[in-house]
Structure formats: structure tokens, C-alpha cells
């Protein structure tokens, strides 16, 4: 079983930044597609960026420019920086891998318990 904790949601102004973390336990970490999702109460769950097991990330277009997904294999982590915050960021943040070695496909992951990020103007 997979297990995925989240920390580093916060309350942040607008412009600000934030960086979010992830530890996963459990079997194949580095061969895990892993990804960041997104939530507001009423909306579906949208992806924020993933990252496959060669580091090779993508980008919703929400976040381009402003987000930057990072993993440590050696550390079992994932990482989401944030900056220039928006408003519309606002949400619970989720960190998601994949049930699946290697590949991408994250469409049936684990999930964390989520962080929440509220940025305020």
C-alpha cells in the first residue's frame, strides 16, 4: 500500500509564495508517476502539474510559469513550489501517485489527505 502525507499549505498574500511537500511510503516510489491536484467545494478535482519517473514534468496552464513540481527519489518526496499566488489558487492541494510503474498514467492514484492553500489579497 501507498501512503502519501502532506505538509506546507498555508495562508498566503497574494504575489506571495508557497511550497508544498509530499512523503510517500510504500513499494516503487521512483517509478511512480506523482502529481499535484487541485480542489475547490463544488468543482472537480483538477491537475496542477505531474512529473514522471525521469523528471519529466507537465504543467496545467493555470500554473505555468508560476509552478515548479520537483521529486527526490532518494527521499521518497515530491515538492510543488508556488509563487506570484493568486487568488484563484485558493484550494486543497492534493499529492497523487500513480497505482502504476512507470508511464504516466495517474488516473486511478493514491492520494494524500490534502493541504489546504488560501491566498488572500
Known amino acids: 500500500q501507498v501512503q502519501l502525507v502532506e505538509s506546507g499549505g498555508g495562508s498566503v498574500q497574494a504575489g506571495g509564495s508557497l511550497r508544498l511537500s509530499c512523503v510517500v511510503s510504500?513499494?516503487?516510489?521512483?517509478?511512480?508517476?506523482m502529481g499535484w491536484f487541485r480542489q475547490v467545494p463544488g468543482k472537480e478535482r483538477e491537475t496542477v502539474a505531474t512529473i514522471d519517473s525521469g523528471g519529466r514534468a507537465s504543467y496545467a496552464d493555470s500554473g505555468k510559469g508560476r509552478f515548479t513540481i520537483s521529486r527526490d527519489n532518494s527521499k521518497n518526496s515530491l515538492n510543488l513550489q508556488m509563487n506570484s499566488l493568486k487568488s484563484a489558487d485558493t484550494a486543497m492541494y492534493y499529492c497523487?501517485?500513480?497505482?502504476?510503474?512507470?508511464?504516466?498514467?495517474?488516473?486511478?492514484?493514491?492520494w494524500g489527505q490534502g493541504t489546504q492553500v488560501t491566498v488572500w489579497s
Open positions: 510504500g513499494y516503487g516510489y521512483s517509478a511512480r508517476c
Open positions: 497523487a501517485a500513480s497505482r502504476y510503474l512507470y508511464g504516466c498514467d495517474i488516473s486511478r492514484p493514491f
